[in-house]
């Protein structure tokens, strides 16, 4: 399966104070461990919430809000992609992650939607007709 | 924690790190062997304490420590005078002192030690099967159970493979090492077919109802991923993860909504996972940053990649396909290889052109039973307007097929020739 890992942002994070030497260097390590493992498909940090903006929709409406956002921690600060065999493996690989920041933090693992997901709403009819 | 929870625990901490558990072992008693056979033992230690202490901060770690004292305990026992005691001195320098960080200490060497567990299971000395098999138990930390399940056979015929391939390799004297210069190629050869094995078997079931084995493919990716970290240096590797990327990121295209196959030209390419593209070319592109000429894996994923950068199938570009497999059928000539040429010259230059060399090869014995040669040669007919034939060819590619899936598509495309008689 594969599952997305996200870092959840931090007031830290989100007044765009930069990790320590260390702790990049830790955070290398593990993402070549994760490589070396052929766990890690992809993965990105964030900048701060300030820099970006948010497309809100409302009915035919699209209103673009600009950054920064309130609530640090249900933004995202960074993400991977991993392939594992299943969720606990994920949990054990995340237990072993350096911790992301000097404040308390939480990383968010959320399992992303497989073909075989879609398989039975693709047989099913009225499905395939709504879906167009 | 619950029971439930502790089991969950220790099975996703076993796949995390059984194989480099077996790989430290392996170099500590220099039998492949004996040291699943104690990184089984610290699995059962760690199951029992867990239940009763909780699961530590650092599993991981927990395992690993007690596995090198076991190993250190059983070093001990073989007390085989000066040597064994020599022995111990250089691991402790080496690797510091067994009560210490087995993690922080052993990063590098435990890297070393994947790769020569790699090349031990697939040492020449084993059977196809037999490296297969232990590849998938000792670097997959698959079951016994889950192993005979992808290969629809019994436990105990697995169970028993393994147990005869470790015989083997201990009877061989197979040294716990990377191989020499002079035999990196070929030792690499094995693992790398080995790996692609795993992955073809999971990718296309050769007989019975089930197309795919998902979980066989994601196996074989895992690994060569894996070994693209430890032997970078090597175009090749690059090259199978390549190939392997790049074909399993069309896996969600390849059936349709009924389980059928859908063929190449014929796939939503919106279904196509663009990750695995990434990935793939990324990986071709190390494969060809040496500026080498590529190697068979690297062409196949060259090939791949052709079709991977076609946004729609008539944007393919087949010339450079058909050139790819000129390449390929020098370095790796087979029959199967010139089909797949005769189908990207008809693509390329044309049915008549192909069908002169697809008629080549009608007579190869090497191809006698063979579904996909009527299939290709029903394909051209059918597109020269020769519908008689294209049906009849159809037919027998249908009789010869082994997989009911694909026997369906191909009796459907006979009943379709119908239509032109």
């Given amino acids: ?99 992301p920041f000097p404040t308390d933090c939480e990383i968010e693992i959320r399992p992303v939607f497989e073909a075989e997901d879609f398989a039975p709403a693709s047989t099913d009819p009225a499905a395939r007709a709504s879906a167009g | 924690m619950t029971e ?7 099975e996703a901490v076993w796949r995390m790190e059984s194989a480099k558990l077996i790989a430290m072992l392996a170099r500590m008693l220099r039998d492949v062997g004996e040291a699943e056979e104690l990184a089984q033992d610290a699995l059962v230690a760690a199951l029992e304490q867990w239940r009763a202490n909780g699961v530590p901060e650092r599993p991981g770690a927990w395992l690993m420590t007690t596995a090198r004292h076991r190993a250190f305990d059983r070093l001990r026992r073989r007390r085989v005078g000066e040597r064994v005691g020599e022995q111990l001195a250089h691991h402790v ?195 060809e940053a040496r500026g080498e000429a590529l190697g068979p894996y690297a062409l196949q994923a060259a090939i791949a990649a052709c079709h991977a950068r076609a946004a729609v199938a008539s944007d393919t570009d087949w010339a450079r396909i058909a050139a790819l497999y000129d390449a390929l059928v020098q370095l790796a000539p087979s029959p199967v290889v010139e089909l797949n040429r005769a189908v990207a010259v008809s693509m390329a230059f044309g049915a008549a052109e192909a069908l002169g060399l697809v008629d080549a090869l009608a007579g190869d014995p090497r191809l006698a039973g063979y579904h996909l040669l009527p299939a290709v040669r029903g394909e051209l007919l059918q597109r020269l307007g020769r519908a008689g034939e294209a049906r009849a060819e159809f037919e027998r590619a249908a009789a010869l097929t082994r997989n009911e899936r694909e026997r369906a598509l191909l009796r459907g495309r006979a009943t379709g020739c119908d239509g032109g008689d």
Avoid at chain 1, 68 to 76: D, G, I, Q, S, T
Avoid at chain 2, 4 to 10: L, S
């Fill in chain 2, 93 to 287: 320098e080496a690797h510091g002192d067994p009560g210490g960080d087995p993690a922080a200490a052993l990063d590098e060497p435990i890297a070393d030690d994947l790769l020569r567990l790699m090349f031990v299971a697939c040492h020449p000395v084993l059977g196809t099967e037999a490296r297969v098999a232990l590849t998938l138990r000792l670097l997959g930390g698959l079951t016994t159970a889950e192993i005979a399940r992808a290969f629809l056979t019994t436990e105990a015929a697995i169970a028993q493979r393994i147990v005869r391939a470790k015989r083997t390799l201990a009877e061989a004297r197979v040294p716990f090492e990377t191989p020499r210069t002079e035999e990196l190629d070929a030792r690499l050869a094995s693992v790398l077919e080995v790996l692609y094995l795993i992955f073809n078997e999971g990718y296309a079931a050769t007989s019975g109802p089930d197309w795919m084995r998902p979980a066989l493919c994601e196996e074989a990716l895992r690994l060569g991923r894996m070994l693209a970290e430890l032997i970078p240096s090597e175009p090749e590797v690059h090259g199978l993860v390549a190939l392997m990327e790049l074909q399993a990121s069309r896996a969600a295209a390849r059936l349709g909504p009924g389980g059928e196959p859908v063929l190449l030209l014929e796939q939503d390419r919106a279904r196509w996972d663009r990750l695995l593209i990434g990935r793939g070319l990324a990986a071709l592109a190390r494969a």
């Fill in chain 1, 1 to 99: 399966m594969r599952v997305m890992v996200m870092v959840k942002a931090t007031a830290d994070s989100e007044r765009g104070v930069m990790p320590s030497p260390e702790l990049l260097a830790a955070m290398g390590r593990f993402n070549e461990e994760l490589a070396r493992a052929g766990v890690l498909l992809a993965g990105e940090g964030l900048k701060r919430s300030a820099l970006g903006c948010r497309v809100r929709f409302s009915g035919s409406h699209r209103t673009v809000v600009d950054g920064p956002f309130a609530e640090a921690k249900e933004l995202v600060a960074g993400f991977w992609l991993w392939q594992v065999k299943s969720l606990q493996e994920a949990v054990e690989w995340v237990r072993k992650c350096p911790n």
């Fill in chain 2, 4 to 10: 439930d929870a502790i089991h969950r625990t220790v």
